[in-house]
């Protein structure tokens, strides 16, 4: 009798279903794990399917966690000390939800040696590192933009960055784009259920619309679930044509805009970006037939206290396009050894202002993403020191930009001056 993925100890899909490739060619299982060196560079699919290193993560999947698991899900499994919720689980419940038929097949996979590949699902970080905006809790290598800016403020994360790349803050490569584009026309696209694209700016990068349209033009759109991930501000033409061009194509389309907070607070955090283009775009695509719109946000250190007003920003859109819009949910950790916008950031007086802010603003629609909020303030540590350092490259970008934290967050004020 086959096993049922219940039954696995802590199980996640993503190792035996999904690709994600970065922008320098490396592929692993999933885009929530951070940059290690666990996985190999420049390897084809083919190769990356049956390396030792993914066996041996698979394995623990199967068989319970061990070091491979500890040093790849540590995102899933900090969320997890506090919530129900995680990425992990939210990958169960897409093939129980959304893909039972595909939910079957995997559990059937994982009973044979696995040595053939079973990729549905893939993201493609194109290569390219091309962003119009810069992010505070970004980096280099998701943005020529910050990269240039890190160069003139001197950010930390930047020398790693140009010893791979020489003296350049925008990384290009044609090569390896159509290299990976051929490599997934002979061995993925015909069984793929999902295709991910992010960025980078994703709608800026020419790539990205190479890919669609080989998918296109092979006559396989029609079968596959495009997900894209923008931050809503850009939907320039290549070869004449734009993304909604595109979309039309394909079975379904869910387009993920990435904020860190609603209206001006967002200018601030994705500076240099403009509010109403990005709600404007946001009601052009959930326009779309096959479309539906999900605002996501991380969960950082200048935007945690400010999560509840992305909720009640997304109720009055739902009530303008019940259809066409997710409601909300409160995003990804920004976690790891090489972060310094974490929420262990958050002095023990502002994470109480913050907890108030809550009470006072209240959904019962979102218990479960509220009280995941209230136990980060209540349950991690606060570090000092890094919320110093953290404030040090605050204070940096709004020299350099002619911005203030404190316009918007005041509550920084005592550690700000």
Known sequence: MTKKLEEYEWFCPQPFMNIVTDIFGTTYPCCVIKYNS????????????????????????????????ALNCEVCIEQEKHSPESHRKTYNGYLDYEKPELKKELEEYLETDMDTPFVRTMEWIAPSNFCNLRCHMCGPYNSSSIAAEDKKIGQSKLPTFIRQLGNKTLYEDDE???????????????????LKMTGGETLAIKYNYDMMKRVVDGGLAKNIDLRITTNGTLTPKFDGKDVFDYIAEFKSCQINISIEGWGKRNEYIRYPSKWDVI?????????????????????????????WEIAEGMDHLLEEYPDSFYTFSSGSLVWGSEEIYVITNVPPDIREYYAQLYFENWNKKYNQDFKKILDYFDTLPYDEELMHKMMNDVKSRDV??????????????????
């Not at 930009?401 to 920084?412: F, I, K, N, S």
Request: include cysteine.
């Open 38 to 69: 666990y996985w190999d560079r420049n390897q084809t699919i083919e190769e990356y399917s049956k390396s030792d290193k993914l066996k041996q993560f698979r394995k623990e999947m199967l068989e319970g966690p061990g070091p491979a698991v």
């Open 279 to 307: 709600y404007r775009n946001a009601k052009r695509f959930a326009s779309l037939e096959n479309t539906k719109v999900l605002f996501v946000s991380t969960i950082n250190s200048i935007n945690v206290g400010y999560l």
């Open 176 to 194: 390896e784009a159509e290299r990976f584009i051929a490599e997934c026309d002979e061995f993925i696209f015909d069984n793929l259920v999902e």
């Open 400 to 417: 350099h930009r002619g911005t203030c934290l404190l316009d918007l967050a005041p509550e920084w004020k005592p550690y700000y001056e």
